[in-house]
């Protein structure tokens, strides 16, 4: 439920509707907008009776909200969310982010190859993964927190901000240490417990859809973490389980646009992961912009044929440099369609 007050309400009106909400056993959260206030209730698990607030002084509207996310929705948070990583903004009103490096840290040699690649390219935030949940119990399962200090020192060796994954509650505090930001893969968007202990982090998080996640099981998820106090959160779609099989995932570019009416967080796009295949990324990469994604995560290689972890869907250096080259092209465009002198000449 949303309680919508007059702009004219006082501090003393404000407060006895939190202490009704409070009376109801439920859970107060003002909302300050630019005119007027608004108060999300929580806590609650089917229809609340307003009856008791609704003619309390200073109410202006209540709007029942049967979501079962409510504090990343729209309704609660009209405001787009800008969310901050290193020197790097997600959200309305800027451009599009790149993070971009190697799916796996292998070496300090390959890491600082990548990093170097990736930042004369002109990306804004390097990744790289220490902790790797693979498929196979026999496959490469990363460095762990050896391959979290080399990637700390590759992002300070090129001054950018570092983002990594992290798998279980016991690595929040070592990437904490090293990283700028923490990723939760695929396989743990529904895992809530440790989406509830990186919602008690001061730390950005980026949480990316499971692999047969709805949309409304996404933002769900996106909830656990911001309902923690930490609405510092950025979404990625990175393709979805499907029937099909010549690509690795299926990419749901219809997910940025919805998802951007549905909830104020910011949402990317990881074509690598969602193609699987490399002539598909850059192609991808154009489209997710083009929908709309306030970014994107892109896998960089020194030796995509080296290596490994996922080298099918990684760039090289030269490949990742075209891109971004056609990524600011197509920015220079969008700016242009949305200059009003634009449409007048249309």
Known sequence: MLIVMHHTASEEQIRAVEQAVAALGLKAQ???????????????????????????????????????YKMVSRDFHPMATVVKVGSAALGDGGPPVVMAGPCSIESEEQMMAAAHLVKAAGAQVLRGGAFKPRTGPHSF??????????????????????VTEVMRIEQLEV??????????????????????????????????????????????????????GNDQVV??????????????????????????????????????????????????????????????????????????CDGAQSLDGQGFALLMKELRFLQDCFAKLNDPAFETQV
Do not use: W
């Open 235 to 308: 979404l990625c779609e990175r393709g979805i389980r499907t029937f099909e099989t010549a690509t690795r995932n299926t990419l749901d570019l219809s997910v940025v646009p919805l998802v951007k009416a549905l909830s104020h967080l910011p949402i990317i796009v990881d074509p690598s992961h969602a193609t699987g295949r490399r002539p598909l990324v850059p192609i991808m990469a154009r489209a997710a912009l083009a929908a709309g994604a306030h970014g994107l995560m892109i896998e960089v290689h020194p030796s995509p044929d080296k290596a490994l």
């Open 141 to 162: 399962q990363g460095l762990g927190v050896e391959g979290l200090k080399i990637l700390h020192a590759a992002g300070r060796e090129v001054e950018l901000p570092v």
């Open 175 to 228: 990437a904490c240490r090293y990283a700028d930001m923490l990723q939760i893969g695929a396989r743990n968007m529904q895992n809530f417990d440790l989406l509830k202990e990186v919602g008690r982090l001061r730390c950005p998080i980026l949480l990316k859809r499971g692999m047969s996640a709805t949309i409304e099981e996404f933002l769900a998820a996106a909830e656990y973490i911001v309902a923690e």
């Open 30 to 68: 003002p909302i300050p907008g630019g005119e007027r206030t608004a108060i999300g209730v929580l806590g609650n698990r089917g229809y609340v009776d307003d009856t008791t607030i609704r003619d309390l002084p200073g109410v202006l509207e209540i709007i029942h909200v049967s979501k079962p």
